[in-house]
Every structure is written in C-alpha cells, then in structure tokens.
C-alpha cells in the first residue's frame, strides 16, 4: 500500500475513534488573532493595574496601622512615667493642664478614668472644648470597660479599638476604686486619607483600565492589519495572480521577512510552473517528432516500399529507432517522477565505477565511428563504490551525453576517474559554448532548459541534470559543475572508495 493510502486509512480511522469530540474540534472556529492580541492585552493590563490598586491601599492602610501602634507602645509607658512622677512644680500641681501638655507634647490622646468611666484628668469642663476630635464619638464609659477586659489582671496592655491604638494602664487606686490612664492614637483621619487615597487609585485603575483597552485595540489592529493584507494577496497568488506583491517592509521585522519569504516562494512558484509549461511544450513537441516519422516511414513501407527489401529495411531501421527515442523520452520523464515522489528504491552493492565507465563510454562509440566525435580519457582501474548499479550508470550516461551534446566544433569530450586519497573523483569536460553563471544553479531544477538552441547529437529532454541530482543527492554523493562561457564546462562526482 503506498503512503498516501496509508495516510488516507489514518485519517479515516481517527475520525471514527474521535467520535463527537473531534466533531467538534473541527467544527471550532479558529478565534481572529486581533480579538485574541487585544482580550489578552487588555486582562493583562487589567489584571496588573488592580494589583497595583490592592496592594498600594492595603499596604497604606496597614503601614499607618502600624505606625500609631508603635507610637502608642513607645510612648505609653513614658507617659505612665511621668503622671505617676507628678506634674513639674511650674504646673501648681495643676494635674489637668500636666495631662494635656504629655497628650500635645507626643501628639495622643491622654485621659485619666476612674473605673465607672468618670473623666478624672483633664477636668470635663476644660477638656470638652479643648479638643473638639474627641467630642460627639468618645464614650468614656466604654473604654474603660474595654481596657479593663483588655488588662485582663494585668497592669498594662496595648490593643485596637474604635479606630485608635490604645495603651491602658492601672495608674493607682483612689478611695478604694481603681483609676486608669488612657493613652490613644486615634488612625481615623489616616484611615480617611487612606480611602481618599483607594477612591482615586480605584478611579485611576478604571481610567487605566479604558485606555489600555483603547490602546490594545491599536495595537492589535496595527500588527494584524499586514497579516490581512498578506491574506488577501495570498487569495490573489493562489488564484494564479503571480505578479502579487507581499510588500510588508513598512512593518515589523517578522513580517517584512515573511513578506520576503512569500515573495521567495512566489518567484519560485511562478518559475516552475512557467519551466513546467516549457517542458510539456517540449516533451510534447519531443514526443511529436519520433511519432510523426513513425507514421510517415510506416505509410511508406505500406505505399511505397513494402516490395524494395533494401529500402523497407531502411525505413523500418528508422522507425525502430524513433521508437527507441519515444522509449527513452518516456524513460526520462517515469525516472525523474520516481526519483521525485521517493518510489525509485536505492538498492545498494559494491559497483566497480573503472569498469561501468567503460561501459557507458562504450555506448556512446557510435558518434566516435560515425559522427567524429572523439573521446580522450584517463581512467584508473579498479575503483570501487557503494551504490545503486543501474541509478549510478544513468547518472554517467546523462553527463557524458551533455557533454557531447554541448561539447564544440572540435567534437572533443575528456573524461577522467582518478583516484584521490580515500575518495576518487568522475569528470567530463567539453569545450563548447560553457553555462552562463546566471544560469548554472537553474540546469539541476526541474524543468529547467537553457533558452539556446543546441544541435542535438544525443536525446535530450531537459530533465537529465534533475534526474542526475536526484540519483546523486539520494547516494548523498558530492557533485557540481565548473564553467566558463566560451571555453566549456566541466561536471564532476566525488564517490568514496570502497
Ligand atoms: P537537456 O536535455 O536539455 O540537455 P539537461 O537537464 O541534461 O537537459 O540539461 C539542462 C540544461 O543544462 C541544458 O538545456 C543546457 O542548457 C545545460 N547544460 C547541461 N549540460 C551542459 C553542458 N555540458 N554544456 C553546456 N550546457 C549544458
């Protein structure tokens, strides 16, 4: 069974194993590379201005947090310190302006309260309008009762509470009641400024938010919008438009390269396919020549010489050997599909090379005895290879038949074999017109036929060097050719010795 069959019956059967799945697989519509670049711009985006918003207000918040509880607890117990020391005497014992001179001095709030809440220190009547930010919210007898729970026994503590930090100590018993101090850094106005702050980074992230979206969109439209042209034009180019132009160098590099390489593929493509219109012209017109004298000497030995025995053998030789052409024109083209499509086996042996180029240079003796052709050679003997008797020979008998095909008016092909440390290398030379520089990588395509017209001793379909190339590249052989327009050109094979 050939590949394709093969890859035919995968195919098939994966369908049948896929079931409904792969149905829909298929059924899926690729997404359009401009939503994909734009939705994947525009969450990223997103996504990283939210975690700049989340981490600035949370990390806001509790920086400020953090700084009033390590004011608190710094400056708790100084204070404690200097209320049990007593107030300097500038103060005339006054107990209340000492309290509120500690609480102004370290920037907290600094109460002194009996167990039922009472405001011992500063005096109520002083202190209500003395500070304004604790009327209206502040409820005495709350805080002491949470302090007291606070203490727990203990004789000090620092915790949160309504929107402050709070260091709470028992500073003395008075009458057989407990008094307290109250020492408080209130982080309410922080914890304002902190949501004023998260208001306008949350207004800055939506504002962010848009013009990303606004910007991928630009984006996006500005790297697909080449891939669309290109699209368009590769619609144009496989409807046989070969003049299409990719362009794309006003773009980014990736895209200007892949413009260049469809412009590549396109001189390309154009290229063969104008070659292959050339060869079917010729093998067309190859095939009409033998085909047209077969039937004219065919009508003659019926009409004219069928009963001259002289001149019907002659007709009939010529016959045969149009017939021989058309075989070996039909040959050419099976051998250069086979090598092409990889069907051609390679069936490797041992092949004494000294000997098959007798051979080969044997066939062609027939120019030497009747045409004038003369064939200077240096062969050394014994000179063996691996490689695929019947392939190898072809590829000999194709380069010696160009080079008396194109060799010059002194009809002289020199061949030689000579051995070359663990290698020995096969060349023939001609003198005639050589290839133009231009042309020497084009003779090994396909297809591929120099427009001069040559006089033409041995059959020839263009395709020789491609069938040539393909034997020798699939041997993994060295091969090339030198030339010189006006002095000749040489072609040569490297084969390892064996
Ligand atoms: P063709 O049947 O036309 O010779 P080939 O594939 O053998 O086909 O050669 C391809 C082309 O390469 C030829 O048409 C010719 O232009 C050029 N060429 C090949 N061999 C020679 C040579 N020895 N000297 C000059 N040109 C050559």
Known sequence: MSKKENGQQNKSSGKRRGGAKSWLRKKRRPTSTFFLLWACFSVLCSLLLLMFGFTQRFTIESALKDEAASEVSARGPRIERQILEGPP????????????????????????????GKLLYPAQDEYGSANPDLDGYFNFQDEVERMIKELGGEQSAVYEHKNSYVYGAKIAVENGTPVYLYVGQSFRLMKAASTAMTTRTILLCIFSVALSFA????????????LM?????????????????????DYSL??????????YARDEISKADRMQKELIANVSHDFKTPLTMIKAYA????????????????????IIDEADRLTSLVNDVLDLSKLQSGIGEIKSEKLNISAMLSEVMGRFSYYKDTKG???????????????????????????????????????TVYIRLQLDGTRFCFSVRDTGKGIKPEEIKGIWERYYRS?????????????GLSIVKGILERHGLEYGVESKVGEGSLFYIWFPLV
């Open 229 to 249: 042209e290109m699209t368009k034009k590769a619609n144009r180019f496989a409807a046989g438009d070969f003049s299409v132009d990719f362009g794309g160098e």
């Open 299 to 318: 009508s003659m030995i019926v009409e004219i010489s069928g009963h001259n025995p002289e001149k019907r053998e002659k007709h009939a030789k010529i």
């Open 451 to 463: 427009s001069e017209a040559h006089k033409r001793p041995v059959q020839g379909t263009g395709l």
């Open 254 to 263: 990736e895209v200007s390269n892949l413009a260049t390489t469809l412009n």
């Open 89 to 116: 005497p500038t103060f005339n014992g006054n107990y209340s302006l000492y309290v509120r001179v500690l609480a102004s001095q370290n920037n907290v709030d600094v109460l002194i309260l009996d167990e039922s």
């Open 215 to 226: 910007v991928t969109s630009a984006i996006a439209a500005w790297l697909t919008r080449p």
């Open 373 to 411: 052709y003369k064939f200077v050679s240096q062969i050394d003997d014994e000179l063996y290879t691996m490689g695929d008797k019947t392939k190898i020979e072809q590829a000999l008998y194709n380069l010696i038949g160009n080079a008396v095909n194109y060799t010059g008016e002194d009809k």
